[in-house]
């Protein structure tokens, strides 16, 4: 049982590059969400996901870009890399709240991207 | 009214002394509040929850004080120890339907031999 895992774990682009961030889980949650942490600013909700086929957008959405083709698998695509997007990204996914789970967010470790 | 605010930013605490990190919130429908704990190089972790139903939440040397007029949480690290060096974050949500965790801006703790 891995929980939650990321690839790559780091990564350097340069401005207008494009890349996708992959994200799984085996703990067949439903729910699963895409964060940035910047220095002083906590935890940034990018996107996040209700269920298979489904995505949301967060509180800073642009300029991201997310798929879940499957329940397990959430990814993140950069279009056009720009420095104000380099930061630590870590991706976490969660029970269904409405099936009465519990609400702790299960992260993985993290991708740290630093765009030039 | 979404926002969690945390302090201090960062703090030192000699072995064995007491860490006290606070939260307050605006928004009053929040009825769950986590804190997350982080080590460097390592995802959050759930450290603790607490639900507004009681003033207070203990596991080991970890206390959650709740209070709801105040609108205030704070975490207290008892006989804090180096290995409790980590970055530690509050946060809020409510608990019916889909609600998304809105995060503090951290705490970083260092607890010095």
């Known amino acids: 049982n891995a929980g939650v895992t990321q690839t790559p774990k780091f990564r350097v682009l340069k401005t207008g590059q494009s890349m996708t961030l992959l994200c799984a889980q085996d703990?067949?949650?439903?729910?699963m969400y895409w964060y940035r942490q910047d220095p002083g600013m906590g935890l940034r909700l990018i996107h996040y996901?209700?269920?298979?086929?489904?995505?949301a957008k967060g509180e800073v959405p642009d300029g991201y870009n997310v798929s879940r083709l499957k329940k397990q698998n959430f990814l993140l695509g950069l279009e056009s890399a720009a420095p104000s997007q380099t930061s630590v990204y870590f991706c976490?996914?969660?029970?269904?709240?409405?099936?009465?789970?519990?609400?702790?967010?299960?992260f993985g470790p993290g991708t740290r991207l630093t765009v030039l | 009214q979404q926002q969690v605010k945390q302090s201090p930013q960062s703090l030192i605490v000699q072995k064995g002394g007491i860490s006290i990190i606070n939260c307050a919130y605006e928004?009053?429908?929040?009825?769950?509040f986590p804190w997350y704990q982080q080590f460097p190089g390592k995802g959050p972790a759930l450290l603790i929850a607490?639900?507004?139903?009681?003033s207070e939440k203990k596991e080991g040397r970890f206390t959650i004080s709740f209070n709801k007029s105040a609108k205030q949480f704070s975490l207290h690290i008892m006989d804090s120890q180096p290995g409790d060096s980590a970055t530690y974050f509050c946060?809020?949500?409510?608990?019916?339907?889909?609600?998304?965790?809105?995060f503090g801006t951290g705490t970083r703790l260092l607890v010095s031999p």
């Open positions: 996901s209700v269920g298979e086929g489904t995505t």
């Open positions: 607490i639900r507004p139903d009681v």
């Open positions: 703990m067949n949650h439903e729910y």
């Open positions: 928004n009053t429908a929040f009825d769950y």
């Open positions: 976490a996914s969660s029970y269904s709240r409405l099936a009465g789970g519990a609400d702790t967010q299960y």
């Open positions: 946060a809020a949500t409510r608990s019916t339907g889909f609600q998304k965790l809105v």
